[in-house]
């Protein structure tokens, strides 16, 4: 039998014992080995790790398992223990954690076998992979683009079939941007709804994991298997997680979608107009009713996220000085020994650190750090208005496909404005996705961000179901 | 208000942050930080009186737990991790902090 390409079709296989695991486990390293000379989606393939892994789920195959047999790649980011994990940067180059987080172990619960480590911009610090310390990742649809950022080495991973599903990390976009940026779905939660235990902080009050997937209904396993609540994480919601397969529907009568006009005025390319204007037509024809929204501090998203994440991740990577684990530079006082370790961060941390030090420093926290946090809350209030009105909220979820490596790498500001549509979800602390909608002329994929009220991921599940039977997505050629 | 950061500035706040940068660094970074800051600027055309600000957004109350000791990670292993620790002794190991 072949092996089957989807989560669901896998675990069915599995556990009907027509294929065995370690097989599916095999055919999935097959793939990484043949894609990833090119590609550079993973950091580290933990071959033995899965295998032995497969072959205890084949001798002793766990009940109520929805992901038997499934490999999942985990972005770097996602401590694993036992297993490097790096963050892509040189100060965790060696690192091995003596504990796995939390999604982690919902994972091994719920049957999965982690097959390896996905690459990611240095401490999730990035929209396009390229400041990953160990050499960016490529967009399997045009191995010249870059895949996203930061998530982009699980994106391309799922992207180019190596594994059905992944988990990837979202500060301002880091998920939802290289999802759209390669073609597959990919979703951030609700701040709470996922526990971070065990993920490398960035910025703590926006920091969420979650899931990347081929199809709605592996997504909406997979964000089952992750969601929910751990008391090791304060911020974690104790809250019921429903059951997100039976939002899967082709029907949206009765759903409202607002759309924010005003912010796609400028700067977002004709090929992605045309393509978010044909899945609004879709959504309607599935049911929706589309009406005109407004978000009228939606469009200061990105000021207000790299004043807050960066004051945060200043504070976050502080902790990486040298002395309690990952890299130590020598040097003959304590205070040097800082100094030199933490040169090993790369341009772009660096950068952040700065630009966070300086607006927490003392003079400039009111005008900066105090403004920004008063803006975010405007943000949230369009939001809670709008949603009084609509239950979805659809924008692009990029201005542009994928760039070309090295086309922003010199000018940080426009490598940030690729995050323009997608940083307010995260200042709100709501859910929201990015389904594949359409495809440029030179055959680069568009997504479709939708956003929903807290805790709402369902509608999200829902409305992805209907647009992928409605647009069925393409696979590059690496499929 | 828009912030011109010179070079002098750059190296303050990477004192600030114990972060060693090369020359070249300093140059780009006070050109790049004044930048970003000058973008960010347009926040300040907000009308913000009376909004409070926030810092997480969604609702949650504060989290207790009964004080109970529970398990942690054993020491040994975490000390381990560590590039230079005394294990024996508990304790973590760093060059000189104070001046000779």
């Known amino acids: 039998m072949t092996i089957p390409r989807t989560a669901s079709a896998i675990r069915a296989a599995v556990a009907a014992r027509d294929v065995s695991a ?77 504990y796995s987080a939390g999604v982690v172990e919902r994972l091994e619960r719920a049957g999965a076998v982690i097959i390896g480590k996905t690459n990611c911009d240095e401490f999730a610090m990035g929209s396009s992979t390229e400041h990953s310390a160990f050499g960016p990742t490529r967009n399997p649809w045009a191995h ?6 930061s998530s ?52 703590s009050s926006l920091d969420q994991i979650g899931p990347f997937a081929r199809s709605a209904d592996d997504l909406a396993t997979l964000l089952g ?24 529907s082709d029907d949206l ?27 609004l037509h879709e959504l309607a024809r599935a049911g929706a009713v589309i009406t005109d929204i407004a978000l009228p501090h939606a469009s200061l998203a990105i000021p207000v996220y790299y004043l807050v994440a960066n004051a945060e991740a ?46 927490l420093s003392a003079g400039y926290y009111d005008a900066y750090y105090l403004k920004a946090q008063k803006v975010r809350a405007l943000i949230r209030r369009d939001y809670d208005e709008a949603f009084a009105r609509v239950d979805l909220v659809a924008v692009p979820t990029t201005p542009t496909v994928a760039f070309r490596l090295g086309e922003r790498t010199e000018d940080p500001l426009q490598m940030y404005l690729s995050d323009v549509f997608t940083a307010a979800a995260n200042l709100a602390g709501l859910p929201a996705i990015s389904v594949p909608v359409g495809l440029s002329k030179e055959r680069l994929p568009v997504g479709l961000q939708l956003t929903a009220r807290p805790f709402d991921e369902a509608a999200l599940v829902r409305a992805a179901a209907a647009l992928e039977r409605r647009l069925p997505m393409p696979r590059p050629d690496a499929d | 208000m828009s912030e011109v950061l010179t070079r002098a500035d750059v190296e303050r ?42 810092s997480v957004t969604t609702p949650s109350e504060t989290v207790f737990r009964d004080d109970q000791p529970a398990g942690s990670l054993p020491r040994d292993l975490l000390l381990g991790e560590a590039p230079a620790a005394d294990p024996a002794a508990g304790l973590f190991k760093v060059p000189r902090v104070l001046g000779s």
């Open chain 1, 253 to 279: 009568s009765g759903v409202r979608i607002g759309v924010a006009r005003a912010l796609l005025q400028d700067g977002v390319e004709p090929a992605v107009l045309d393509a978010f204007n044909a899945s």
């Open chain 1, 152 to 203: 982009g080495g699980s994106a391309a991973a799922v992207a180019a079939g190596m594994v059905p599903l992944a988990l990837g990390s979202e500060t301002g976009g880091s998920i939802r941007q290289p999802a759209a940026l390669c073609g597959v779905l990919g979703l951030k939660t609700t701040y709470g709804r996922v526990s971070r235990y065990g993920l490398i902080a960035f910025g």
């Open chain 1, 314 to 359: 200043s504070s976050n990577l502080a902790r990486f000085d040298g002395v309690r684990y990952g890299e130590r530079v020598e040097a003959p006082t304590l205070t040097e020994t800082y100094y030199r370790t933490r040169a090993r961060f790369g341009a772009e941390a660096k950068r952040r650190i700065m630009i966070g030090t300086f607006v």
């Open chain 1, 225 to 248: 298997v992750i969601a929910g609540h751990d008391g090791r994480d304060a911020t974690s919601a104790n809250r019921p997680v429903p059951d997100y397969r039976e939002a899967l």
């Open chain 1, 144 to 149: 010249d683009r870059i895949p996203g950022g």
């Open chain 1, 22 to 98: 370690v097989e599916v486990c095999r055919d999935a390293l097959d793939r990484i080995g043949r894609l990833d000379g090119a590609l550079h989606a993973f950091l580290h393939v933990d071959d033995r790790g899965a295998l032995e892994r497969a072959a205890r789920l084949d001798r002793d195959p766990p009940a109520n398992a929805p992901l038997l047999g499934v490999p999942v790649a985990l972005k770097d980011n996602i401590c694993t223990a036992g297993v490097r994990t790096t963050a892509a940067s040189r100060l965790l180059e060696h690192y091995v954690p003596p």
């Open chain 2, 13 to 54: 706040i990477a004192a600030l942050a114990r972060l060693e940068l090369t020359a070249e660094e300093v140059t780009l970074f006070a050109a790049q930080l004044t930048n970003i800051l000058g973008y960010a600027d347009q926040i300040q055309q907000v009308d913000t009186s009376n909004v409070p600000a926030a």
